[in-house]
């Protein structure tokens, strides 16, 4: 069984700064691509970022410049700096992450979420 967990979130000002975690643990043989999602209330859930197993990385528009994802192989986690965080930010923010289990399994996982919320 392979699961992520996610920490990081919380409430922070306008222009300010957040980093959320994202580890992944179990029966892992690979993790291909990792990302983080957003989901507002009211709207659907949209790609943030997304960082490949070989470091290339593409961001929404909206956060381009702002947001950056990297990621820890040796540690099976992906990371999510914000900074310069706006209200619109606001979003419960979802880890994603393609795993090959060891048992050769091709699983596309999702973590709990973790609610980041940016008061003006």
């Known amino acids: 069984q392979v699961q992520l967990v996610e920490s990081g979130g919380g409430l922070v000002q306008a222009g300010g700064s957040l980093r959320l975690s994202c580890a992944a643990s179990g029966s892992i043989r690979t993790i291909n691509a990792m990302g983080w999602y957003r989901q507002a209330p009211g709207k659907q859930r949209e790609l943030v970022a997304r960082?490949?197993?070989?470091?290339?990385?593409n961001y929404a528009d909206p956060v381009k410049g702002r947001f950056t994802i990297s990621r820890d192989n040796a540690k099976n986690t992906v990371y999510l700096q914000m900074n310069s965080l706006k209200s619109e930010d606001t979003a419960v923010y979802y880890c994603n992450a393609q795993v090959t289990t060891t048992g050769l399994r091709y699983l596309g996982l999702w973590g709990q979420g973790t609610l980041v919320t940016v008061s003006s």
């Open positions: 960082i490949t197993s070989g470091g290339s990385t």
